[in-house]
């Protein structure tokens, strides 16, 4: 998300550092710029012409400054004005303070509705809060069906009455059997339509006054820019929604919807749906996702993507075994499978500073490649990941042949592992950490993420 505005955003900075000083007339040139690159991203133009005000009226001072890159001031007039853009504080999903809470999912048809409301199921029960799924939409058709298969898949129970299309009664009934259970936090999957009609609202003004929700949120898809803001302009006028999650911002999405919704309807953006898997939905932090756009990292998302992903345990075990018998093939594929946990990569260099998508084009990242290596990993027998020494001509061919790929890339892989296995001895013996292999101007051979 956010790659085209955070490449122009970029190319328009970079003229500006050049120049030692700035004068006003600079600023001025540099912020007719970034105009135009927010207008070409889909941001509404009002809330362009007032963002670019606000940053101009802060920047003149920039030149007054001495012993400061001047540009790098303007970076961070325009990091703040982003920031509060964009929401300027985290919110989080507000809770009752008598359970259930009640939350309820509204959107048109298409948004991802249904698909994030297992997401948002899943990432409360990782939270520890015992959440039930309401199926509540009773028009379109397997939309019962869709809301029954996630919550097997993520072991939530699903509360769904195919008997009635009065959902007023179906939403009361989940809710009740909630009570009884127990459960903290119970989502409402609510029907959409094509468009904003009377009919739609009326329906969801009466599921509102009936289940008295906390928390109404809007889902929108974050590929329909300013069409966004206005259908979520229409929910909230209609329902009063209290939050926005926007959907699909991993695609190519110009970023107008996330930069635009919170100023037009002043609603906080809570969630992000970053893939298509159902741990892909981030909580959205204004500031940070302010530092992407202008190529400063998220290593806080990194770090707690981490976090939350690592086993400790199995951490500690690994660097245990590794200090003292050495890394094998066995370590290796654990460590594999931990990052594959992370998501994919190219997502996660994207949380590094100073990383934009014309570096990671360079860099050919193959999204498979790891795929690959785990692949001829699982060719090797348990003796062979044990001692990569055992491994002669035959023994490569026939695991080239098990995996699917070429005698060359599993030479090449053995060879990088011969590497990693050598830097590991050197950390823990206390030496000096040498290149990585794979990293250029660090040593090591080619990247085994690239094609």
């Known amino acids: 998300m956010f790659d085209e505005l ?20 600079d600023i001025k040139e540099g912020l007719r710029e970034v105009r135009r690159v927010l207008l070409e991203a889909d941001v509404n133009f009002q809330l362009t012409r ?12 920039v030149t007054q400054l001495r012993g400061v890159n001047p540009a790098q001031q303007l970076v961070k007039v325009v990091y703040d004005e982003l920031t509060a853009m964009l929401g300027e504080r985290q919110e989080g999903l507000k809770l009752s303070t008598i359970p259930p809470t009640v939350v309820m999912m509204v959107g048109l048809q298409g948004s991802g509705k249904t698909t994030t409301a ?26 019962i069906d869709q809301l029954e298969t996630l919550g097997q898949q993520l072991d939530i129970p699903v509360y769904a009455d195919r008997s009635t299309k009065d959902v007023v009664r179906i939403a009361r009934d989940g809710i009740e059997q909630a009570k009884r259970a127990r459960d903290r936090v119970v989502i409402v999957d609510t029907a959409g339509r094509l468009q904003i009609d009377a009919e739609l609202m009326d329906e969801l003004k009466r599921l509102k006054a009936a289940v008295q929700p906390t928390e109404i949120l809007f889902v929108a898809d974050g590929m329909t820019g300013q069409e966004a803001v206005r259908i979520a ?6 329902l009063n929604v209290t939050g926005v999650i926007l959907t699909k911002m991993d695609g190519d999405a110009r970023g107008g919807a996330a930069l ?5 309807t002043k609603k906080p953006i809570k969630y992000i749906g970053v893939g298509e898997k159902l741990d892909a939905l981030e909580d ?57 946990k992370l998501g994919p990569l190219e997502g996660l260099l994207k949380l590094l500073p100073g990383v934009n998508a014309s570096m990671l084009k360079q860099a050919k990242i193959d999204p498979k490649r790891m795929k690959h290596i785990e692949a001829i990993v699982l060719s090797m027998t348990p003796a062979e990941r044990k001692k990569p020494d055992l491994m002669n001509g035959s023994r490569r061919l026939r695991i080239a042949k098990g995996s699917g790929r070429t005698v060359t890339e599993v030479n090449q892989l053995l060879d990088q592992f011969k590497q990693m296995q050598k830097m590991m001895k050197m950390m823990t013996g206390g030496g000096r950490m040498p290149g990585f292999p794979g990293m250029p101007g660090m040593g090591g051979g080619g990247s085994p993420f690239r094609r």
Request: aromatic letters at 8%.
């Open 118 to 143: 297992g997401k948002l199921a899943r990432k409360l029960k990782a939270e520890g809060r015992q959440t039930r799924l309401i199926a509540a939409d009773v028009y379109r058709p397997a939309a």
């Open 50 to 61: 007032q963002f670019l005000e606000r940053v101009e009226q802060k920047a003149i001072g």
């Open 260 to 264: 635009s919704i919170y100023g037009i």
């Open 233 to 238: 302009q229409g929910f909230d006028e209609a």
């Open 6 to 25: 955070t490449e122009k955003l970029e190319a328009t900075f970079a003229r500006l550092r050049g120049r030692g000083v700035l004068t006003e007339a």
């Open 284 to 340: 959205f932090h204004p500031d940070r996702m302010a530092g992407r756009i202008l190529q400063q990292g998220d290593i806080l998302t990194l770090v707690e993507k981490a976090q939350s992903t690592f086993d400790e345990a199995e951490a500690k075990r690994l660097e245990k075994k590794v200090r003292k018998e050495g890394m094998d093939f066995e370590d290796f594929l654990t460590t594999l499978k931990q990052m594959q």
